[in-house]
């Protein structure tokens, strides 16, 4: 067993969990830097998302973990109408920044950006949902953000329920999550990331808590370099930490088909490429159509 990998024997606590883990604004700023513009955004990432989204004949589209706006603000610059909502306020102001940057631009000056909790989404956005999203994205490894905090996943249960309202008959979830299996098993993450191209990652710090023998959380300590140019001095490293429940995918994957019903079109794939084209993906992306 690596040694990254932790037990503890005793039934604990059920974690409470930080609704918002940017919120000292630490987090928000490092990662800020660190996935920068939509520019870092990888070429497969592009292709996948918007080539996908237009063969669908999605135009509308609600980011319901928008971050710092990276990816509304490419879907806005690929022409699509975006809603972003987001839990952390810290990481929104990244958003709205961008927003009035840009604000001269009618695609930007249009764009709505409100702060939202999963939990409470349909009604939180009810003014804004009418009849429904061509597509509801929540990539990134966000929804792994959410604890699982009465050991039933009651909560990510009623956020998917959530999700599911917002989109349209006929339209698309787009939802992923890291290879939480592998990560269990090895207690390693790999440091690179399909969604960015940043070269300041310098690693990813892994470990995993089991709470009666079940996995609960796996922690991640982010090693980024702020100055690439002085990777070796101490001063241009930050170092923050996240933590994240960790989804198994045959779990993950029965949730969706149980809220979604089994007559929608489910799809998986590992890294953007089909499931048997890749062993041991970083990232598996699932893509639902919602039934007519």
């Not at 237009?54 to 135009?59: D, V």
């Not at 956020?159 to 090895?186: K, M, Q, S, W």
């Not at 989804?247 to 799809?267: N, P, Q, Y």
Request: with cysteine; glycine share 6%.
């Amino acid at each position: 067993m690596d040694s990254t990998v932790f037990r503890t024997r005793s039934h604990g606590t059920p974690a409470e969990g930080v609704k918002d883990q940017y919120a000292d604004g630490k987090a928000a700023k490092v990662w800020e830097f660190f996935i920068g513009d939509i520019k870092q955004r990888t070429q497969n990432y592009r292709d996948f998302l918007v080539g996908l989204l237009r063969q669908k004949g999605c135009h509308r589209i609600l980011d319901v973990a928008c971050g710092t706006g990276v990816d509304s603000v490419m879907l806005l610059e690929e022409g699509f109408e975006v809603v972003s909502i987001d839990a952390s306020d810290k990481m929104l102001k990244y958003a709205l920044k961008s927003r009035w940057e840009r604000r001269k631009e009618p695609a930007f000056d249009k764009w709505i950006i409100e702060e939202a909790n999963w939990l409470t989404l349909a009604s939180d956005i009810s003014h804004l949902i009418g009849e429904g999203f061509d597509a509801v994205i929540c990539l990134g490894n966000s929804f792994a953000h959410m604890p699982d905090t009465f050991d039933d996943q009651r909560e990510q249960r009623q956020a998917l329920v959530n999700f599911e309202r917002c989109v349209r008959p006929g339209g698309l979830l787009l939802i992923d999550h890291r290879n939480y299996d592998y990560i269990i098993n090895t207690g390693q993450t790999p440091p690179k990331c399909i969604y960015y191209n940043s070269e300041h990652m310098m690693d990813i710090k892994t470990s995993v808590l089991f709470v009666s023998g079940k996995p609960k959380i796996v922690t991640m300590d982010y090693m980024i370099a702020l100055d690439n140019r002085n990777k070796n001095n101490i001063e241009h490293v930050n170092e923050f930490r996240l933590s994240y429940y960790p989804h198994r995918l045959t779990v993950f994957r029965d949730m969706l088909t149980e809220i979604f019903s089994h007559g929608a079109k489910h799809i998986i794939y590992g890294d953007f490429k089909p499931l048997n084209q890749i062993k041991d993906p970083g990232f598996y992306i699932h893509v639902l159509q919602k039934q007519l």
